[in-house]
């Protein structure tokens, strides 16, 4: 463990086999652990992009491209203008010309936007195309080249109304749009909870200096207790059985709530409920719904189109197996590997009959 | 205490061998009377038999030998991967229902309510995902570190796993952990108030050592980033300083076995003190540079709106915070009479020092017996004892940890940061009990 015992079994390697360490690279200290990376693996895996734009590709892409790779890849989840809050919460709204020349959102000050959205937050472009390189579309990350990045970039700046629709945007003239983000003034680092050092020493915050000063009195504290809020009626129930959360055995039990969750065990569910089960488990549910579309078509939608249609199941089956895409939109269903040619046979047997639950 | 008021003599079987099922129903609908009528019942031999007998001869628990002392057993290896009781299905992980829309984009909260001691049960740390999770094979995931470094470098998981390591104990906690609350009361139980946090054992390596074999520029390079390999490839930034103490470590251990995949199998990073966004799951990449990233999670989420229309931004240090776990929210006291109060106290900055206890809402405190070990970023665990005389109360804990730092009430925390920060609320929790012996979650300022 110590540093002498490490320095000494270097030492008798290094003097046993006449060697250096095997790799060039990480090995100081280690021989034999670790290698060189290669530029080629570190260019494949470097991808970030930083607010001085350190990092980001040489390319462009205008907002009318833009338009038509946003309704393909993004509109199913985010809206045909980025305003949809559907799957996830708006990227686009809430933002006025006057945000732009001063940089501060003023509906974050009066609260008037009913919902924060992604342009009232955030005050760097970069960390907008570095987000959408590294981890967008939803279910085919790092999919787009640069030049797509550029134009699916340039029309939600527009649709903002920070850039014009015919802008292109580059490499070029990002700084020029940076200075036009709405909430580009909008951030403090002036807080204890950055754990480095402090802006004073090159790092960021005031050093660790708490914000709220709290004494542990012990007695007579306060005259009255006040209780400001509780758990509203409606809620009570929000959270299913608190019965069937807590321990049979012990200091409490749960209180019964809601409506009892079943009892039966995931085995002994048949039917509606065991392929719900299934669908879940496999994660079918990430992206479907039993009666509304997430990013993919709802199952009720499915079943409707293909009602009728007595060759369905076996298309479907090897859609679910292979991966398919158009039929529903441009987002692609990628091949679901992961789940078994009975379990894709159950599975779709129970969307064309309807997905029903039990 | 405890021996002093206990009734001598005094058979107290479990509820639902006891009473009969029109006095299960009172249970269920929250009368704690019912224990209290049924020993009066019991007195007159006017219940169900069950209870005549437990009053005359015993309890039948005792008196009639039940089927596991009376037969076989199962074998060993029966389950060659253990698993809780079937008794014990209630603790599970959960969502908080209408919180997120998309399951590959969520959290599911541990079940504080039942657990004891520090340490999280692997199979119930809470999960927060931002593109889903994969279970990757081991062998074919890399850890690379490059930028402000002399080599950039590659490392397999053999050769992580051949470098010294070390085993610590650490909380981890979601900077939205108690985020539903900031405005109001939102949710029914602890696990949906508090259950964003979890405590293990990690081993893996310091990420010192890693960054000294690969020739970091200290110097210029006072910032780290670290990157995920799923599909969000999350990213965010860690100062130097916290890695040149030492304690960030490149983990592949969780309580004696590798990490779970849910948990960042086989690689995460473990950053003691700071949210755990902050510990990057799969992790795949550090580079070593001279300013912040701004990252999706440092840009969009993850930031503290402040009453003045400001956000804070790159706030990382959990707070000291502590929440009683028993009794809490959702719960019902069964009787009159003493109680184990529990709960976890923790801190970002250090070791927890103290802990006091409130029954009156905050007027008076004592102070809580806190449970070995008592570990520096660590949950600690603390108890104290109760006598509940069946009225209303408002429990409360109050931490404090050994920068000096006094866990602060909703007043205060709204006082300096308003209601909308979502992130980073460590306020004290309050937790009411009624006559009937029903808990639930209020605010007390």
Redesign the interface.
Known sequence: ?SRFS?TLIALLVAGATGLAAGT???????P??????TEA??KA????V???F?GLPKGRGNVDDGMELWETHCASCHGVFGESN???TPIVGGTTAQDIETG???A??T?DSPQ?T?LM????V??LF??IQ??MP?TA??SLTADEVYAILAYLLNLGEIVPADFELSDENIREVQERMPNRN????????????AAAK????NG?K??????????????E????????DY??D???N????????????????GAPAEEAAPEAKAGGAAALALANEK?C??CHGVANR?VGPGYNEIAEKYRGQTDAASGLIDKVKTGGQGVWGAVPMPPQGHVTDDEIKQLVQWILEGAQAQ | MAIKNARPGRVRPAPENFLTDEQIAAVKDGRRDFLRKAFLGATAALAAPAVARAASAGDPAILELPPWTTSLGLPVAANPYGMPSKYERGLQRRESPGLTRVGGSSVAFTPLQGLFGIITPSGLHFERHHQGWHDIDPSKHRLMINGMVKTNSVFTMDDIMRLPSVSRIHFIECGANTGMEWGNVAVPTVQYSHGMLSCSEFTGVPLKEILDMCGADYKKGRFVLAEGADGSSMTRTIPMELIESGEVLVAYGMNGEMLRPENGYPLRLVVPGVQGVSWVKWLRRIEVGDKPWGAKDEAVHYIDLMPDGQHRQYTSVQECKSVITTPSGGQLLLDKGFYNVSGMAWSGRGKITRVDVSVDGGINWRQARLETPVLSKAITRFNIDWVWDGKPAILQSRAVDDSGYVQPGYGQLRKARGTKSIYHNNAIQSWKVVESGEVSNVQVL
């Open positions: 463990m490490k060039a690279g990480a090995s100081e200290g280690y034999g652990i670790g290698r060189a990376a693996e570190v895996w470097d991808i970030d930083r607010p001085d350190v559907e799957v996830f501060r959102v003023a974050l000050v609260g924060r992604t937050k955030v005050p760097t970069s960390t570095d987000y590294r981890a939803w990350p790092k909008g951030m403090t680092t002036d807080h204890g909870m950055w754990p480095g050092a090159g790092g960021l915050g660790g708490p914000d709220v000063k709290n004494a542990a009195c012990m007695k007579d504290c306060k005259k207790v006040e209780i400001v809020s509780a758990l509203p809620a009570q929000a959270h299913g608190l019965a069937e959360q807590n321990r049979p055995v012990g200091q409490t039990r749960g209180k019964p709530t994660g549910m990430a997430i």
